[in-house]
């Protein structure tokens, strides 16, 4: 029986797959061949796989740099960087606008103009008027935009078929998008952040059949934790009891687990995920941190359904719904990571998703920058526009404080995850970039709908999407009070 109904199917070439009526494959794909990109727009070149795109966003060198025997000594490159040819365009990178901070390296760079271009001729065309909400035929092919840029698996190994990017490419391409539509990026973050649980703990075999999809935009992801009855804080206590933790359970059969339960009507990308990973627990005599196990639920799978599309404060492009999970049974070999050790793994191998999160909340500060200076330069009062009056001018200097030193913090977040530096200073560097980039948002938006007077309050005008998205930041992915609490609890390290 387990034959029949079980999930066993890959996506590769070749492979074996099984298929599900009206919902394709049970890998979470349609278990059709992938095809390369047709087109990768940093270099439009045809045929590029789009795996590589990320990879490509780097400049080439120029034959004669390649060449070791027409190399320039260093410091002779470094002067005629220096030398200014006109233009930003040749400026060297720390001195273009808006680098002053950040100076980014040439090909990140690249990374984030390609990202800029698709988020302003693509993502922002296909959004809903008046904040509508986005069409999951509209997120498919934004989707696949995504794809020719490499995001989906811009941070999952080269040899897996990723880009094999980092979290400070990362962070500056979900800046890009969070400036354009926070819904949109945090629902893509998720699907490019989760794998960091495959990564970390998934067998050679788990990794070879799903992380191909996801890198081809073939799987959308959705990570099923918190539950209606369950607060979502509660993964944060060091010391829960036996009664604590999530009540989905999942119970083993043979070489089957069985799980029933519930998840909130929170979960980010229910109803158009190719894959659930779902935190069930599989015990109850020992306390939720040690017995919370993951498990890979491809769509479609009996027992698996969602409710109804939940609608949100902000972050309305995005899609949230209920999972409920009614006797559904998956092979043991789709559970990921050890028996019991899902929340440990998920607090240790997904911190990509904070940062990613956090820099998409710095770009709906900056978006928010953006629309106040630009509002307050052509509206006019007394005389002169509203940017001549000093009260405005400090609200807009404040403002561009608030966006920059929140993206310093993600970029050292960010660079910290990049170059592994200690657990514990990553204890605070994460969640303190989290809280800090959401609160930079809610600041900047604030400021801004105050700055467009009656415009910042009204529907469809910008500023008051951009409070709503922001506002949303404090209740996903833990509380400020939590991450706040998660910075305390790993102070003490910091001191030794
Ligand atoms: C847009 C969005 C997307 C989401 N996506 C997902 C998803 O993909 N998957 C998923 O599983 N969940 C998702 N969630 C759920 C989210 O992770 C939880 O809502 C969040 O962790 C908070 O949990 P809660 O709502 O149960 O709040 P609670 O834990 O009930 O907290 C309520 C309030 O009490 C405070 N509080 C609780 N405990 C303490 C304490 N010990 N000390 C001080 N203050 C405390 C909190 O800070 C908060 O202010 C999403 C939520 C949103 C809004």
Known sequence: MRGARGPRGRCRRGAPHLHLPGRGH???TDGRRRRPARRNVLHGRPGLPARHAARRAVPRRPAERRDPRRRQPVLEQRRERRRPRGG???RPPAQRKGDAVTRLAPERQALRDAVAAFARDRLAP???????????????????GAVELGLPGLLIPEEHGGGGGTQLDN??????????DAGFAAGLNLTMTVPGLILAAGTPEQKERWLPCIVAGETVLAGAMNEPSVAGSELFDPRPGPESGYRTRAVRDGDDYVISGA????????????????????ATDRPGVESTSAFWIPAGTAGLSCGPRSRLLGLRTGFHAEVFLDEVRVPASFRIGPEGEALRLLMSATPGMAVGLAATFVGVARAAEKLARAHTAARHSWGRPLREHQAVALD????????????????????????KADPSELAVLVPAAKTRAVDAAIQCAQAAVRLHGATGVTTGAGPERLLRDAWTGYSCDFTREMLHLGIAVALPALDR
């Open 263 to 282: 998840k909130a009507q929170w979960v980010t990308n229910a109803g158009i995920a190719d894959a659930y990973i779902v935190f069930a627990r599989t």
């Open 171 to 180: 962070a500056i391409a979900a800046e890009e998008l969070g400036a354009v």
């Open 26 to 28: 049970r890998d979470g």
């Open 88 to 90: 930003d365009r040749h």
């Open 396 to 419: 807009l200097a404040e403002m561009v404080v608030t966006v920059r030193t929140a993206r310093l913090l993600v970029h050292e977040a960010a660079t910290a995850l990049d170059q």
């Open 126 to 144: 296909a959004l809903p008027p008046d904040d509508g909400e986005l069409s999951a035929e509209a997120n498919r092919d934004l989707l696949k």
